[in-house]
């Protein structure tokens, strides 16, 4: 199409590799030569396709660069050598680490935090940031699985190869991780859940259909429901559910937080935790304040010898400059990361809190309940409460994670006072 609109302005296009004269013949053999280049270019496409996923499916890696905690190696495949990944030991501790955090209990902010503080450098030598971290923690490259060509334009079936290489963590506790970041995923919920000032709104559900039960305030002003949402929206005969009256419903909801969550008992259970946490964290802050160590020695030798190699001429500044830059910036940040290790050991002890100290907490917390603004309370509840589900007048709630010292995770309200659906 180009050649014909330059030929309508006098313009001939030349070709150096493919020469053609410009005549009837020569314009069809010039035609000829294109299109087989196309189809050269074409197969060669195919060809290159079909070679990667060969190697793909021998477990070997196609990746330009390695993912972090990992290396690439050689290994021979006939005449040939081609790539696979092996654990780089340094940094497939710190993916153990994210790993065992986030186990712990710790988020993604948290653990970037850490890193950065301890001055490890990510995996292009910057600073650790969320997505960086959660992408680690969901790439199944480190159980040693590998699976390529997951967005293929083409709409072939991605290569999965299961034990491709030596994994980093296990497959369990990969799957642990996956499932705990999934949990604790922020819900998108409707604008008008989000702005609704009934307590339990997103929480209370059906135990009939299983729908959402929703605030309704009555005409008057004076009384508010819960209610089922087919119910409301369907008319009599749709469920069997009952409108429950919402400042008795609520407050059962928050009785029962304070009996089964917010004790004395529980406090001083989670003290205790605390304490031996913290007694084992000692040990690692102690590993990870020798490991700290050991780089600054070796930083502060190199600095040395660079200082050394100016005073004795052998090599100019222009030379050595952002070497030196780049050397003391890392020894600052590892000065930085010793002096806070070195703080965590000497701050460690963690004493329990004694009985009116903890009595304090429990008010503290209650009064949370009852006085806070309405967004706080619903944040607060919804921490605890993933679902209050509704049956009749008895009322099912299932906690978030069991508070309690017996590990309870299902627990039943006595029976509510309800209001009969007229039809109205």
Known sequence: MFKTLLRKDGVRVMSINEPSDDTPTGNLFEA??????????ANLGEEVTRGMRESASRGFYIGSYSPYGYRKVKVSDGNKERPKLAPEPHEAQIVVRMFNEILEGKGLKEILKGLNREGIAGPRGNEWIKTTIHGILTNEVYTGTLVWGRHSVKGLAPIRVENAW???????????????????APLYLHPKRTASHFLLSGIAKCGYCGKALIGHDAKNGQFSYYVCGTLLKKGAGSCPACYINGKVFEGAVVDKIKERILTEENLEELVRQVNEEMDTASVEYRERLDSVISELDDVNQRLARLYDALETSRLELEDLAPRIQELRRRQVQLLNARAELEQKLSDRRVYLADMETVTHY??????LLDDSPLTERKSFIKSFIKEARVTGAEVSLIYTIPMSPRGITNDELAVLPIVQYGGR
């Open 166 to 184: 030596q994994p980093i963590v296990s497959k369990e506790t990969f799957d642990n991780v996956r499932n705990l970041l999934k949990s604790r």
């Open 32 to 41: 000829m030569i294109e299109s087989l280049d196309e189809f050269y270019s």
């Open 362 to 367: 429990v008010k503290d917390l209650r009064n």
